[in-house]
Structure formats: structure tokens, C-alpha cells
């Protein structure tokens, strides 16, 4: 890929600078200007300043680069959950506890667990098809934005070779490159327009590609985790008698609270960190939070059912 390439075209010009200097430094010694502990001392602080340079260079690209997704599911050292499936499974998880436990609240006020167990499972179905269809549109917007953007590379690379180099020079600009650098490296990568793309994508752009695979996960990954979110709330209900509404309420209260504290603190400590006294703050505002939101959910959904049952209002 483009930063290898680079990183070679980088020290081979800074080599053949440096066995300039030192060949002048050899004929400045043949007339007497130079000692040969000098021509030494130059040797050597060409390979030390190679060594840098390509430290720092590798460094620098290597942070810049955008790592894609298949890389990430691919990891052969250890195994690790991919980012954006956490992200989606957080995602369906906190619409799961919130939603359905504000329903589930809400039809308890109409007194027989039947009623609870029925409604609530068609919302955690029809949610669960929600979140997933929506989430494989989403993932296939990100492919079809990158295949538009990789089009419109590929013919600004044909058609404004100007305005690439360009596009060139800005990004190895900035990372205070001499500009005799800049110009190899934008010679090397112009040879080859296939490294010149991925160039651009990586760190012009900064996309990955997204495989239709990954829409395909994302949607399984949010239709799941909404659906074990929101059967949480409805488990009390299918343990007491039918007639026992409003133990099972309760009960269910309570799990969900415990639940929302839980998942608040869980999902703020995965992004800030698990350690710390002001990580822990964090996470327990973010499990507060959770609470708050679930608490108000489930009572704006209580209201409004007794509200329209005092009113007498049936549908």
C-alpha cells in the first residue's frame, strides 16, 4: 500500500542526498579541508538520521491511516470485538431497555398480564425489524457514498492531474517535508495510479470499504441486542399469575432499574476507561442518566394510559 512505498521513496532520497554529502565531504578531505574523522562522523550521522527519519515517518502515517473494518475482523494475534459492532449493539441495547419497558409499564395499567406479555412481544418484534432494516439501509448508504467517492477520485486522478498533485502536496505538507521529498513521493505514487487511489481514499478522503458484509452484520448486531434488551422488562411478567399485574410491575421496575445502572455505567466505561476515580464518576453518571431516561419513559407512558382510561377514552 501507499505507506511503504513512500517510506522507501523517502529514503532513497534521503540517501542519495547523504552520498552526495559525503562524497564531497571525501574530496574536501583529498585537498586537505576535512580530517577522516569527520568523513566518519558523517557516515554515521547519515544511517542515524535515515533511522529517524523513517521512525518518523512510518509514525506519522501509521496514525494517520484509517484502519478498515476487515482488518480489525481479521486480527490473528488476539481476538477482539470489532468497534462499530459494539457501537450497534450498544445502540439496539439502549432503545431495547428504554422502549419496551415504557410499554410494558404503560399496558400494566390494564390489568392482566396477557395483555403486557402480547403487546410487548409485537413491539420487540416489529422493533427488532425496525432497527435491523434500518441499520442495513444505513450500512448501504456507506458503500454506495464510497463507491460515488472513489468514482469521482478515479476521474479527478484521469482528468485534473494538476489539482491531484496538488491534493498531493497539501497532505505530505503537512507533515513538514522538504519539498524535494515531496516531489519524489508524488512521482512515485503517480506512477502507479492504483497506489495514487488508495492514497488519496486512505488519507484525502480517510474511507474504508465497506463489504456488503458489514451491513449485513450491523443489521443482525442492532435487530438482535434490541430484542434481548426489551425481553428484559417482560420477564416478570411471564412468572406471576395473570391476575398479578402490578407485582409483575414492580418486579419489573426493579430489574430494569438495576439493569439501566448497570448498562449506563457499562457502555460510558468502555468508551472512557475502567480505571480511575474520575473514569468510575463518569460511569456512574452514565448509568444515573440511563435511569433517568428509562424512569421518565415508563412514567410518561403510565400517565398517559391511566389519563386516557379516567377520561374515558377507549380505543
Not at 67 to 92: C, M, Q, V, W, Y
Not at 258 to 273: A, P
Amino acid at each position: 500500500m501507499a505507506p511503504r512505498s513512500i517510506r522507501q521513496t523517502f529514503l532513497l532520497g534521503e540517501n542519495n542526498r547523504s552520498s552526495k554529502q559525503m562524497d564531497s565531504n571525501i574530496t574536501m578531505a583529498a585537498f586537505g579541508g576535512i580530517s577522516d574523522e569527520s568523513i566518519s562522523d558523517a557516515g554515521q550521522s547519515h544511517t542515524t538520521q535515515v533511522d529517524l527519519e523513517d521512525q518518523r515517518v512510518s509514525r506519522r502515517f501509521s496514525k494517520q491511516r484509517m484502519p478498515s473494518d476487515s482488518s480489525e475482523d481479521h486480527t490473528s494475534t488476539a481476538f477482539k470485538i470489532n468497534r462499530r459492532t459494539i457501537s450497534d449493539a450498544i445502540l439496539g441495547l439502549s432503545d431495547g431497555l428504554t422502549v419496551p419497558f415504557a410499554l410494558s409499564a404503560g399496558l400494566s395499567s390494564l390489568g392482566t398480564t396477557k395483555i403486557v406479555i402480547l403487546g410487548g412481544l409485537a413491539e420487540l418484534v416489529a422493533g427488532a425489524i425496525s432497527m435491523g432494516l434500518g441499520g442495513f439501509l444505513g450500512a448501504r448508504s456507506e458503500l454506495e457514498s464510497y463507491n460515488v467517492t472513489l468514482r469521482n477520485t478515479k476521474l479527478q486522478i484521469e482528468k485534473y492531474p494538476a489539482q491531484t498533485s496538488a491534493l498531493v502536496y497539501d497532505i505530505f505538507h503537512a507533515y513538514d517535508l522538504s519539498p524535494s521529498t515531496i516531489t519524489s513521493m508524488e512521482k512515485k505514487l503517480q506512477s502507479s495510479p492504483e497506489q495514487l487511489l488508495a492514497f488519496l481514499m486512505d488519507f484525502h478522503h480517510k474511507e474504508s470499504f465497506p463489504t456488503l458484509g458489514r451491513a449485513y452484520k450491523t443489521a443482525a448486531t442492532l435487530a438482535i441486542s434490541y430484542f434481548l434488551g426489551g425481553l428484559i422488562p417482560l420477564i416478570p411478567y411471564f412468572i406471576v399469575a395473570r391476575t398479578e399485574v402490578m407485582t409483575a410491575l414492580w418486579w419489573s421496575i426493579g430489574v430494569m432499574g438495576i439493569t439501566l445502572l448497570v448498562f449506563g455505567y457499562s457502555k460510558t466505561c468502555i468508551v472512557v476507561g475502567w480505571s480511575g476515580w474520575k473514569n468510575v464518576l463518569a460511569g456512574t453518571k452514565g448509568g444515573l442518566q440511563m435511569l433517568l431516561v428509562g424512569a421518565a419513559a415508563a412514567g410518561a407512558a403510565i400517565g398517559l394510559v391511566r389519563a386516557i382510561e379516567q377520561g374515558g377514552i377507549y380505543l
